[in-house]
């Protein structure tokens, strides 16, 4: 379906066989009209070319074929007649993947403006047989190489390969012979828009052979297909022949174009071309890239191509239609590169008059959508600018260019921010297509659609955010399936941090479904038939095969999360095994946390947690008991690293205090660790300023032995980097150190007191610590603590609140009555209903 890139394909043809009656008479479905040129008839195309398709409707219209042949792989003839399916909505693709290795897989995607999409549902809707006739997927798929212009998955499932880039882009050559310094422009003024208008679409620089006439009668810009699209008897296939003779003259220059795998290729098709003659006649139609008009055309024996063809590797395929996107047309990649605007095409494509008026409707439409004014005036006078402006720039019609600047000017006011939206709305577009049910599919894949359609989780192309309630049945089957396709890496949607409540009753998640989804679909089906047999056979696997204890804890947050009973025996039997083998604190620390979260997610999804708890409980023991020695003798990355495991520790004891049925003891256990990291001079300053800030915040440390301890660590004796060390641990970060520092002028003053008085040679090393340590704090925040300091240092000793100076702004102590009084508004905040007692007050 393809030429050596999408950007190369051109339109061109050649007739080199006379039609025979008997051939017109097998075609049966001849229209009438005037009989055209004999054929064989080579129609070369660009793919996804709205120009192209309009010329090709109007070339089968005329030639009334007996068969239409198509580039694209054989394999997908059985499935040719699904296009018919009403349900079938372009734009989708023919996806073929290999048996035994379903990573292993390639697209060719049609939109409703491409030209092979358009035969197709013409031979169709006629009863004329239609085929495939490029090189079988069987034989692509096998070498080393994805076939030129075929998008293509690696073989480890990295993705959409890369397309090789050809020696010659035949649509650039033909540009600059006609003078254009942009293809793309070039191609919409002689193909587009010419067409569009009703005249021929000609994909030939000026000059060439073109007597104009084709494409619709002119009056009123009709693009329609058969009796809307096609012609009226004129010479529908001149401009194919003319671009055949400008394709043969590249090829002549420039041989293949850097892509040696064409020659296996159109061997390929000519051999099918040849059996398709012998069984239609002469009559027979090939719709392809025009760059391999001419090696179509070429005379070659049988043999010599037979020899091309000697010796190609092979693996067992599968093909099934699969959904695309505009937006994956769209992609600098594969298949789709150089279809900048596939929304935009399909719109001159679908637009029976008027294009223009009717692109500005659109885009007025969207705008208004947005809640932008735009009457009725904008569109009318966009329109008029955009018209003038191709009268300036000397192209037959207004095209995207000219649209796209008298919507900035006109309906954006100069402004390009919604314009944004006009290019990822309307240019690109966020169509995505729709393929029937009769479609071959794996049966993961059956599955899932069963799934999304019984809870109503439709996928789309577009990005969009859906919350859950946990509390809903539908919410949580939702939840469920979305974390049982994340083990299966299937990438559907990611978690994202929740707008509204942070309980774990709730959850947000970003959805887009991309087509290559079904390759990751077809890839996981050999975990199981279904999503809930597949994610349990991968989740036992992986506890089975996992090394590190914090790759079990998380496997076994995920068996939770996906609701996955009969894999949670297999995972818990995995961390076990190795919670008691590994002695690594940092390991310990990194596998709590999850846990803990098990736990909570346990409760919101009645999943019996008791195995979890204990092993959580074990884990926690052991990290108190080797948590002080590994404290100490640490660089500067080492302690940033075990700070931010205490900390994660510490949120994950809180989690486990907070259980049903919290370990004896582990509160205090807890806290005496902190306390002795916190005093012990051998720990290293962000750990010890840490340990102290969370004893203070849980309220296990008074707020007179924290300003001794932040005294010691700031005394003269302490070098000045182990002292900026101690306050990034200690009010470091967005958790809240500033406000601390804010009204507790005495810490304040400490810290005020220290940095004055640290040494002028010494300071250029502290520096970027205390950078880092107060950027992290608000505007407001940053501003307080610059009026505070420039006021002054506070007495020593004196806070607000004691008998001593008040700051300004501040009254003498706390006044309980008044703080009493917006608890219930606090609450009611919070999500929490205050007591009876609480709202009398």
């Known amino acids: 379906m393809t030429g050596p890139a999408p950007a190369t394909g051109t339109a061109t043809a050649t007739g080199t066989a006379t039609a025979t009656g008997t051939a017109t008479e097998r075609r049966g479905a001849a229209g009438p009209g005037p009989r055209a040129a004999a054929g064989p008839w080579l129609l070369g195309v660009r793919h996804h070319g709205p120009g192209s398709a309009r010329a090709v ?232 890239g025009a760059w391999h008009v001419p090696a179509l055309a070429a005379r070659t024996t049988l043999a010599a191509d037979r020899a091309l063809l000697k010796g190609l590797p092979k693996v067992k395929a599968d093909l099934t239609w699969v959904p695309w996107t505009h937006r994956r047309l769209a992609r600098h990649s594969g298949y789709g590169a150089g279809i900048d605007s596939p929304g935009w095409y399909g719109h001159l494509f679908d637009a029976a008059d008027r294009p223009i008026e009717r692109w500005m409707t659109k885009v007025a439409g969207l705008l208004r959508e947005e809640d932008r004014f735009v009457s009725t005036a904008h569109v009318i006078e966009a329109v008029r600018l955009a018209e003038t402006l191709a009268a300036l720039r000397g192209r037959p019609l207004a095209g995207l260019g000219e649209t796209t600047d008298a919507v900035r000017a006109v309906m954006c006011e100069g402004s390009d921010v919604p314009l944004a939206l006009v290019r990822d709305r309307l240019i690109v577009g966020e169509t995505l297509g729709e393929v029937p049910d009769a479609a071959p599919a794996v049966p993961l894949q059956r599955d899932l659609t069963r799934s999304q359609r019984t809870l109503r989780l439709k996928p789309e192309a577009s990005e969009r955010e859906v919350d859950l309630d946990l509390r809903k049945e539908t919410d949580a089957a939702r939840s469920r399936l979305l974390h049982r396709l994340r083990l299966l890496d299937i990438g559907w949607g990611e978690p994202v941090a929740g707008r509204g409540s942070t309980g774990t009753f709730r959850e947000s998640w970003r959805l887009s479904w991309e087509p290559e989804l079904h390759v990751r679909v077809a890839e996981a089906g050999v975990w199981g038939t279904t999503v809930l047999t597949g994610a349990t056979a991968k989740a036992e696997s992986g506890a089975v095969a996992a090394t590190a204890l914090a790759d079990v804890t998380a496997l076994a947050e995920h068996c939770l999360l996906a609701g996955l009973p009969d894999a949670l025996p297999v995972v818990m039997r995995a961390l076990a095994d190795r919670a008691a083998l590994d002695a690594d604190v940092g390991h310990l620390a990194d596998a709590l946390p999850a846990l803990a979260r098990s736990l909570r997610y346990g409760d919101v999804r009645s999943t019996d947690t008791a195995a979890l708890a204990e092993v959580a409980a074990g884990l926690a023991e052991r990290i108190c008991v080797g948590l002080p020695p590994a404290c100490t003798g640490l660089d500067g990355d080492g302690a940033e690293a075990l700070r931010r495991q205490m900390e994660a520790v510490h949120g994950a004891i809180g989690l486990l205090l907070a259980g049903a049925a919290p370990a004896e003891g582990l509160r205090e256990r807890w806290d005496a660790v902190l306390h002795k990291l916190a005093a012990r001079d051998t720990v290293a300053g962000i750990i010890r300023g840490r340990a102290t800030r969370l004893l203070l915040d849980e309220g296990r440390l008074a707020e007179d032995e924290a300003a001794r301890l932040m005294g010691l660590a700031l005394s003269p004796g302490t070098p000045p980097a182990d002292a900026a060390a101690w306050i990034e641990g200690f009010v470091g970060g967005a958790s809240g150190g500033g406000m601390l520092l804010v009204h507790d002028e005495r810490l304040l003053g400490l810290v005020d007191a220290w940095l004055t008085g640290v040494p002028a040679e010494m300071f250029t090393d502290v520096l970027p610590l205390l950078r880092r340590t107060f950027s992290a704090y608000e505007p407001g925040v940053r501003r307080s603590l610059g009026e505070l300091v420039r006021r002054g240092p506070v007495t020593e000793g004196a806070r607000r609140g004691d008998a001593g100076r008040v700051p300004g702004g501040f009254g003498p102590g706390l006044d309980r009555a008044r703080a009493d009084a917006v608890e219930s508004v606090v609450s009611l905040l919070l999500g929490r209903r205050p007591e009876p007692e609480e709202a009398a007050g």
Not at 245 to 250: D, G, R, T
């Open 57 to 288: 409707l109007a070339a089968l219209a005329a030639a009334r074929p007996a068969a239409v042949l198509i580039e694209g792989p054989p394999e997908g003839d059985a499935l040719l007649h699904l296009a018919a399916d009403p349900r079938m909505r372009p734009p989708v693709a023919l996806l073929a993947h290999a048996v035994d290795d379903p990573g292993l897989a390639s697209f060719w995607p049609m939109a409703a403006f491409s030209p092979e999409w358009v035969a197709i549902r013409w031979a169709l809707d006629h009863d004329v047989p239609v085929r495939f006739i490029d090189l079988p997927a069987a034989h692509s798929l096998a070498l080393k190489d994805p076939a030129p212009g075929v998008e293509s998955e690696a073989a480890a499932g990295e993705g959409a390969g890369e397309e090789a880039t050809p020696v010659v882009d035949p649509i650039r050559v033909l540009a600059e012979t006609a003078g254009y310094d942009d293809p793309e422009r070039w191609w919409e003024d002689v193909v587009e828009h010419r067409s569009t208008t009703g005249a021929t679409p000609t994909d030939v620089p000026p000059g060439t052979t073109d007597d104009g006439s084709g494409g619709g009668d002119g009056s009123d810009g009709s693009q329609g297909g058969d009796e809307r699209h096609g012609g009226d008897g004129g010479d529908a296939l001149a401009p194919f022949v003319a671009l055949a003779e400008a394709m043969s003259a590249l090829r002549e220059a420039y041989g293949d174009g850097g892509q040696p795998r064409d020659a296996v290729r159109e061997a390929y098709m000519r051999i099918q071309l040849r059996t398709a003659r012998k069984e239609f006649g002469d009559g027979v139609a090939v719709v392809c």
